[in-house]
């Protein structure tokens, strides 16, 4: 069951680079690593999803080692408008449920 | 804009009513997923539907009960509403439900108060 951890909360000041590391030891040969952004009020919306290496895209870059037990998910030049919840989400490779546990995910607080 | 509508986008009933929330996937999207956000909590799986069939179950109570019509649109009923029944509820859709890549996109939600 490819269950993921991330930290509750992160503060950052804008302008800075941000990291939020997703572990998910169980992750199977076919699951893919999805992040996912979700402001108050508001449903989630797809950020980026990735294998393994690297993945970058106009909002972010997902970093993924080789033995694919982690994930982190870089956000660069942070602004206050990036104040939001991220989630990491893993699947659906040998479908179940689990890839659909969204999990408290990260709170990322950006600050002038 | 995601392309998933959900109507109601608010809605105020009272303990130990029955409500309906409904939702429109995006065009050419065959599964649609419910879920639950408590105030200040994670997002909870409730059910999902696979072109009109039932796929996968989540924490959903037996007082709540969903369907997917033939033209996929769905529906979440909800009865004998508690006041902890008080949550945002989200739809999302995506194009199938077991490909590798499959991403959600999710509607705008319906804040549902039970007074």
């Known amino acids: 069951l490819a269950k993921t951890t991330q930290p509750i909360s992160m503060d950052s000041y804008e302008g800075q680079e941000v990291n939020i590391t997703c572990s998910h030891n169980?992750?199977?040969?076919?699951?893919?690593i999805t992040w996912y952004q979700q402001f108050p009020s508001q449903g989630p919306r797809f950020i980026i999803q990735g294998y393994k290496t690297k993945v970058t895209n106009e909002v972010a870059s997902l970093f993924i080692p080789a033995d694919r037990k982690s994930s982190t998910l870089s956000l660069p030049r942070v602004s206050l408008s990036d104040t939001a919840v991220y989630y990491c989400?893993?699947?659906?490779?040998?479908?179940?449920?689990?890839?659909?546990?969204f999990g408290t995910g990260t709170r990322l607080q950006v600050f002038p | 804009d995601s392309g998933v509508t959900q109507t109601p986008k608010h809605l105020i009933t009272a303990t130990g009513q029955r409500v309906t929330l409904r939702c429109s996937p995006r065009?050419?999207?065959?599964?649609v997923y419910w879920y639950q956000q408590s105030l200040d909590q994670g997002l909870q799986f409730l059910i999902q539907y696979y072109n009109g069939e039932e796929r996968a179950k989540g924490n959903i109570l037996e007082r709540f009960s969903a369907q997917q019509f033939p033209d996929l649109h769905s529906e979440l009923n909800l009865s004998s509403l508690e006041l902890g029944d008080s949550a945002l509820y989200f739809c999302?859709?995506?194009?199938?439900?077991?490909?590798?890549?499959?991403?959600?996109?999710f509607g705008p939600g319906t804040r549902l108060t039970v007074l």
């Open positions: 999302a859709s995506s194009v199938d439900w077991v490909t590798s890549t499959d991403t959600q996109y």
């Open positions: 065009s050419g999207d065959l599964s």
């Open positions: 989400l893993v699947g659906p490779g040998s479908y179940n449920t689990d890839k659909l546990i």
């Open positions: 169980n992750i199977a040969t076919n699951d893919y």
